[in-house]
C-alpha cells in the first residue's frame, strides 16, 4: 500500500493515509515521498471527502474509515485494481507468481531491463536497494510486476495476480500456503490456472521445470512454455554452481545452447534459479546477454533477505523475511553456503496466517533443525485462533531437539535477544527470519551483545 501511494503520487494524484504500526522501509518510502499518514483509524481522516479510497486487504467491515467510505458512498477500489486501470494499460505485463522467490526474481528481471536501457516500470513487494524504491514508472514497454496470490481486498476475494492480464508469465513454485484464505493446495492451485488461463496465445510463461505441481500446471497453458531449473531435462538450465569471495557463479544453457557465466552477490540455490528466471524472461525480451551479465554483476538485491543488519563480538545478525517452511530451509542452507564455517542460530516469528497455524508445523520444525539452533517467537495474535488450529510451538521445538539441536521458544524479542547474546560465541550467524519486525529482534539482539562486551 505505501509503494501504491508512491507510485500515485509520481502521477500527479494528492495521497494521505491511515494505518497503524508503519516501519521502514515503508515509513521511509512515505517520508521520502512527502505523503502524510496518520496512526490509526478514524472518520474524520476522511476529511476532506477524497475522490478515491483505497482500501489494503489487512482492512475488513467494522474499520470506523472503511464504514465512512460505505456509507457516503466514496468510490473505493483495490489495491491491485488500482493498478490494472492506472499503471498497466499501454505495457506488456510481465507478471511473476510463486509461492517463493517473487520479489527478488521481479527485482532482477526490472533491474536487468533497467542496465539494458529499457526503462522499465515495476512493483514489487520489497525495497529494491538498487532502485532506493520498491516501484520504478520509467514510461518504457515493460512492466514487470511482483503477482500475488493472497486476496485482493474485503470485498474483491480474487488474488492480486488475476488483476494483472499477464502478456508473459513467470511461475516459480507452487506449495501451499495463506491459510487462512485457501483450505489446502488444490484452493491454491485453482488460482494458478485462472491465471495461466489468462495468458494469451501470443504471450510466453517461464516455469520452474521442476517442480510436479508446476510442470501439471503447465499442461493447461495456450502459449508456448519454456521450463528452467538445475536439471537437464528443462529448456533452460543453470550447471557448476560455485561460489567465491561472496560471488555466485553459474553458466547457463538454452536447449543446450550456451549462454556463458554470469556470477552475482546474490548466495544460495534458490537465487540462482531466481536469477535464472529472470535471465529467461529478459532473453526472450530481447536483451542480449552481456548487459543481463552486467546487470546481475552489480545486482545488491532486496532488503530483508539475507541481509547483514551488522556485527557485534565476532557474532554476525542477518535478517531474512523468509516465513515458509521451505523458505526457512533454503535460506538457512544459503546463509552456510554465503558465511562457511560459522555456527548458525535461527530465530524464527510464527507471524504469517499460515505460520501461526499448526498445518505445517513439523516441516517448520525439520526446516529449522537444519541450523545449528533454534529459537521461536511467539505466535502473533495467538487469541485469534482456536486452541485445537494454533501453532504448537512446544512440539515444533520438541520435533527440532529430537534432530539433536538446542531449541527454545520464548515469548518476547528481548527475552530472544538475552538468550542469543548469552549463548552465541565468536563466528556464530543469527538469522532472523520474521514477514515483520520481529519487534525489533535485530536491534535489540545487537545492543545485547554490545553490553555483553568481548
Given amino acids: ?32 515521498a512527502r505523503i502524510a499518514w496518520r496512526e490509526g483509524f478514524r472518520e474524520e481522516n476522511l476529511d476532506p471527502r477524497p475522490d478515491w479510497v483505497v482500501i489494503g486487504n489487512a482492512l475488513s467491515r467494522g474499520n470506523p474509515e472503511v464504514e465512512r467510505v460505505l456509507d457516503d458512498k466514496i468510490p473505493y477500489r483495490s489495491l491491485p485494481a488500482i493498478v490494472e486501470d492506472v499503471f498497466l494499460p499501454g505495457h506488456r505485463s510481465l507478471v511473476v507468481a510463486g509461492t517463493h522467490g517473487k520479489t527478488t526474481t521481479t527485482s532482477l528481471l526490472a533491474w536487468i531491463l533497467h542496465v539494458a536501457g529499457r526503462q522499465p516500470n515495476f512493483l514489487v513487494g520489497g525495497w529494491v536497494q538498487d532502485f532506493r524504491s520498491s516501484y520504478g514508472l520509467g514510461g518504457g514497454e515493460e512492466f514487470a510486476i511482483e503477482g500475488d496470490e493472497y486476496d485482493s481486498a474485503f470485498f474483491d476475494k480474487a488474488p492480486k495476480f488475476l488483476h494483472y492480464h499477464p502478456d508473459e508469465l ?66 533452460w538450465v543453470a550447471g557448476d554452481l560455485e561460489l567465491a569471495e561472496g560471488v555466485t557463479r553459474f553458466r547457463v544453457s538454452h536447449r543446450s545452447r550456451q549462454l556463458g557465466t554470469f556470477e552475482m552477490r546474490l548466495a544460495g540455490r534458490h537465487n540462482v534459479l531466481n536469477a535464472l528466471a529472470a535471465i529467461a524472461m529478459a532473453t526472450g525480451r530481447g536483451v542480449p546477454a552481456e548487459p543481463i551479465r552486467e546487470a546481475l554483476s552489480i545486482f545488491r538485491g532486496v532488503r530483508r533477505r539475507l541481509e547483514p543488519r551488522g556485527e557485534v563480538c565476532g557474532v554476525l545478525v542477518v535478517e531474512d523475511f523468509a516465513h515458509h517452511p521451505t523458505a526457512v530451509r533454503e535460506t538457512i542452507a544459503a546463509a552456510r ?9 535461527a530465530a524464527f516469528e510464527p507471524r504469517s496466517n499460515t505460520m501461526r497455524r499448526n498445518l505445517l508445523q513439523e516441516e517448520l520444525g525439520d526446516a529449522l533443525a537444519t541450523a545449528d539452533a533454534a529459537v521461536l517467537g511467539a505466535v502473533n495474535r495467538p487469541q485469534m485462533l482456536r486452541d485445537d488450529e494454533r501453532l504448537d510451538r512446544g512440539r515444533v521445538v520438541a520435533r527440532i531437539r529430537a534432530a539433536g539441536r538446542p531449541a527454545w521458544a520464548l515469548d518476547a524479542s528481548a527475552e530472544i535477544a538475552a538468550l542469543i547474546a548469552r549463548e552465541a560465541r565468536p563466528g556464530d550467524l543469527v538469522l532472523a527470519l520474521s514477514n515483520g519486525s520481529f519487534d525489533g529482534l535485530c536491534e535489540k539482539l545487537l545492543a545485547a551483545l554490545e553490553s555483553r562486551g568481548p
Fill in 1 to 32: 500500500m505505501a509503494t501504491l501511494a508512491g507510485m500515485l503520487a509520481e502521477r500527479g494524484f494528492q495521497v494521505t493515509g491511515s494505518d497503524a504500526g508503519v516501519y521502514p522501509p515503508a515509513s521511509d518510502m512515505l517520508a521520502t
Fill in 337 to 345: 553456503w554465503r558465511w562457511p564455517g560459522r555456527r548458525v542460530w
Fill in 170 to 235: 513467470i511461475v516459480t513454485s507452487l506449495e501451499f500456503d495463506h491459510a487462512d484464505i485457501y483450505p489446502d493446495l488444490a484452493a491454491v492451485v485453482l488460482q494458478f490456472q485462472r491465471l495461466v488461463n489468462l495468458v494469451p496465445r501470443r504471450g510466453r510463461i517461464v516455469a520452474w521445470g521442476e517442480s510436479a505441481e508446476v510442470r501439471e500446471l503447465m499442461a493447461k497453458a495456450y502459449c508456448p512454455v519454456e521450463t528452467y531449473g538445475l536439471g537437464a531435462e528443462c529448456d
